[in-house]
C-alpha cells in the first residue's frame, strides 16, 4: 500500500509541475503578444478600460474545461507507461481485485488538489484522449522521470 502512495504523490506532482509549465507557457505567449501591440498604435482609437463589461454568461451546458482534461489524461499515461500500471480496472469482477488503475491513483491525486471526480469520470476523460498528442508535456515528463525513479515502483 505504500506505493499506492507514492504513486500518488508523484501523480499529484505531475500535475502541479504541468499546471505550472503550462502557465509559464501561457505567459510567455501573453509577454510576446504584448511587445508585438507595445510597438504599433491602438488601431480602433483611445483604450476603454473602464468601461468594458464582461461577456455575458451564455446560456445551455457549461463548457469543459478542455486543458484540465488533457492534463488528467497526461498523468494517466505518464503512470501507464511509466510504473506499468494498467489505465483502467475492470468493473465487472469486483471480487478480482488486481490492484490500482492509474484512474484510481489520479482520482486520489485529484482530492489533494480539492477536485472531487469520480474513478468513473477519470476513465471517461482517459477514454477520450488517451489517442490526443496533446498529452504529453515533454518536459514534465523528463522533470518526473529524473526526480522520481518510476521502474522501483512498477506492481505487478
Known amino acids: ?17 504541468r499546471d505550472l509549465r503550462e502557465t509559464v507557457d501561457a505567459i510567455n505567449a501573453s509577454f510576446a503578444i504584448c511587445a508585438n501591440f507595445a510597438r504599433k498604435p491602438w488601431p480602433w482609437g483611445k483604450p476603454r478600460p473602464w468601461g468594458w463589461r464582461p461577456p455575458a454568461r451564455r446560456r445551455g451546458r457549461p463548457s469543459q474545461r478542455r486543458d484540465r482534461h488533457v ?12 510504473a506499468g500500471l494498467h489505465p483502467t480496472r475492470s468493473h465487472f469482477g469486483r471480487r478480482q481485485q488486481r490492484g490500482p488503475s492509474a484512474c484510481s491513483i489520479v482520482t486520489a491525486a485529484l482530492e489533494q488538489f480539492g477536485e472531487r471526480l469520480d474513478e468513473r469520470t477519470v476513465e471517461g476523460i482517459w477514454n477520450r484522449y488517451r489517442r490526443s498528442p496533446l498529452i504529453s ?10 526526480r522520481y525513479h518510476l521502474s522501483s515502483l512498477i506492481i505487478r
Open 1 to 17: 500500500m505504500r506505493d499506492v502512495k507514492k504513486l500518488t504523490n508523484i501523480a499529484f506532482q505531475y500535475l502541479c509541475e
Open 71 to 82: 492534463q488528467i489524461a497526461g498523468a494517466v499515461a505518464m503512470l501507464v507507461e511509466d
Open 137 to 146: 508535456h515533454q518536459t514534465v515528463r523528463d522533470y518526473i522521470r529524473n
